[in-house]
């Protein structure tokens, strides 16, 4: 199956931090993609889907590249409550009813 | 409230003794899915079902059933445990027929066979 590539981190970084996840798909057929945030031992939640144009909430700037086959997480002011392990998720559309998971990048902030 | 609930949330048993978590959503979502979750593994997909009566294989389906009776309930089954089969387990739901969006998780299954 085609995968979804993250580096698994951690990172560490301190309070008010911006920090960027970048997530490499191999498929270039997909149609839809996710960020989902799990916090220990917890189950996974969404976080934003990413459009063909970016998009923003709050703190949160998500950005698809098709040509490259990447999307990207940008986390600005980094909050202690932010610390969690983000899941790039891929859609490789029609024909399929399975999403592709990456396995993770773990963020810690610091105080 | 609108949720997934998994039961039991912790489990120990021994290898071999047939074991069922059973997974419900009310939220009438046509999609379900099992994922097993293992350290430096991530998530992988065991089992899913885009309605009642119709399920397919994931890809680690090996060692697991399922069922989809009704809408609602999507129970994993464990034949003969084994414990390889030692992990996180969680299910969830989604509301189109292709799990093309949001999936919903429920708060997961821990499971350690001896």
């Known amino acids: 199956r085609k995968e979804v590539e993250q580096d698994p981190g951690p990172f560490n970084v301190p309070e008010g931090a911006t920090v960027a996840f970048n997530c490499t798909y191999s498929n270039s057929a997909s149609q839809s993609f996710f960020w989902y945030r799990q916090d220990c031992r917890k189950e996974p939640k969404l976080l934003m889907s990413?459009?063909?144009s970016g998009n923003e909430d709050g703190r949160f700037t998500a950005q698809l590249n098709r040509a490259s086959q990447y999307i990207s997480l940008l986390i600005r002011d980094s909050k202690l409550s932010d610390s969690a392990t983000y899941l790039c998720?891929?859609?490789?559309?029609?024909?399929?009813?399975?999403?592709?998971f990456g396995k993770g990048t773990k963020l810690s902030v610091i105080p | 409230e609108a949720q997934v609930t998994q039961n039991p949330r912790y489990l120990i048993t021994v290898t071999g003794k047939k074991l069922t978590v059973t997974c419900s959503q009310n939220?009438?979502?046509?999609?379900m899915s099992w994922y097993r979750q293992d350290p430096g593994l991530g998530l992988r997909q065991i089992y899913y079902s885009m309605n009642v009566e119709v399920t397919d294989k994931g890809d680690v389906p090996e060692g697991y059933k399922v069922s989809r009776k009704e809408k609602r309930n999507f129970p994993l089954i464990l034949e003969s445990p084994s414990p390889n089969q030692t992990s996180l387990y969680f299910c969830?739901?989604?509301?189109?027929?292709?799990?093309?969006?949001?999936?919903?998780f429920g708060p997961g299954t821990r499971l350690t066979v001896l």
């Open positions: 990413v459009y063909s």
């Open positions: 998720v891929v859609d490789p559309g029609a024909g399929s009813y399975q999403l592709t």
């Open positions: 969830a739901s989604s509301f189109s027929t292709g799990g093309h969006d949001e999936q919903f």
């Open positions: 939220m009438n979502h046509e999609y």
